[in-house]
């Protein structure tokens, strides 16, 4: 059985609603608990600061950025350190190997320690699919800390959602009405979950392809439909996001015979590529997987748009920065907060 978080992400969907209500419900936890109206308005501030980058206030001056990272990460975690930086803010990166979290800490308590030293945001990924609700909860018992969640096990990555779209609409104008694929392996990725939350909330139709054992009937429910004819969805959508397989996340035995018959049963080489709509344009979020779920030819041919991807992750992280620590649109919500209980 290689779906084993499923009973875990009905879980974690019931505990965020209270996370995202607490005392700072500033932090960003999922897709899953954000209004379309508040996605538009965020879409809409990344776009305003990548246009204005150069002029952009340091609005985040004085104010401490950590990033908590226990999971291994190359462009999330850059792309929020330069967001935070091009706001004001200073970094502070924190890993599990080089913290106490190798002591044995637990998270609840290293959440507690670094909220002590009032940072204003921590952008923390984690291996387990609602530890940074959790880590909210934490943090929230002492001070107003805001929490961002970059990535929790196979549950949600709501800023690659973001950054997605902010792509999406770069080139479509809008997702609403308009057919966006995801191939590959759905159940463990918490980029497919964001996404299909984030694109069915703005009207997107969502197509969902990949084996049966990395992409089971039950994930229609998150959003979506899904066709098994891989050949079909590509030859239906404006745009193909591909995804690797989590090969860290697998339990059991492989779920597909090897990896030459993944590679021609449901990976992007150009032959498939040539089946897309002429305009239609293939996203990945990376890493990326060369010669099993996309070819060389197709990841740097002139269809990919994987490096605007990465590009525009800044402007929807500086978006999703302000609006943690209310500044810019976000700063009359800011008006009359007051502190949370002090860490006794
Ligand atoms: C992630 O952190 O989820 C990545 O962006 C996608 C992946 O690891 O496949």
């Known amino acids: 059985m290689h779906v084993r978080d499923l009973g875990c992400f009905r879980s974690v969907a019931v505990r965020s609603d209270d996370a995202s209500r607490g005392v700072a419900g500033h932090h960003l936890l999922d897709i899953e608990t954000l209004e379309a109206s508040e996605i538009r308005r965020l879409l809409d501030r990344a776009r305003e600061l990548r246009d204005t980058v150069s002029q952009s206030a340091p609005v985040l001056a004085g104010t401490s950025v950590i990033t908590l ?25 924190v890993t599990s190997s080089n913290s106490s979290v190798s002591k044995g800490e637990s998270t609840w308590d290293t959440g507690r320690t670094l909220a002590a030293m009032d940072p204003g945001v921590i952008v923390c990924r984690h291996p387990h699919p609602g530890a940074t609700h959790l880590l909210a909860r934490a943090v929230e018992s002492v001070g107003r800390t805001a929490v961002i969640n970059a990535g929790d096990g196979a549950h949600e990555h709501p800023t690659q959602a973001l950054l997605d779209s902010l792509t999406l609409c770069d080139r479509l104008g809008s997702v609403e009405g308009r057919t966006i694929a995801i191939i590959g392996d759905i159940a463990h990725s918490r980029v497919a979950r964001s996404n299909q939350l984030l694109l ?116 929807a992280r500086m978006a999703v920065l302000e609006r943690a620590m209310r500044k810019g649109p976000w700063q009359s919500q800011g008006q009359g907060q007051s502190r949370g209980q002090e860490m006794s």
């Open 69 to 93: 990272f226990y999971e291994a990460s190359t462009r999330t975690r850059a792309s929020f350190e330069i967001a935070a930086q091009r706001l004001g803010a200073s970094v502070i990166t």
């Open 200 to 315: 069915t909330k703005l009207g997107a139709r969502v197509l969902l392809g990949g084996p049966r054992s990395l992409v089971p009937a039950s994930l229609e429910a998150i959003g979506g439909t899904i066709i098994r004819d891989v050949d079909e969805i590509i030859r239906q959508a404006d745009a193909v996001m591909m995804l690797r397989v989590q090969f860290e996340r697998l339990v059991g035995p492989p779920p597909f015979p090897s990896l030459a018959d993944y590679n021609r049963t449901y990976g992007l080489n150009a032959s498939r590529a040539s089946l897309m709509k002429p305009d239609a344009f293939v996203m990945h979020p990376g890493p990326m997987n060369r010669g099993i779920e996309i070819d060389p030819e197709v990841a740097d041919g002139p269809t990919s748009v994987v490096a605007h991807q990465v590009r525009n992750g800044i402007a």
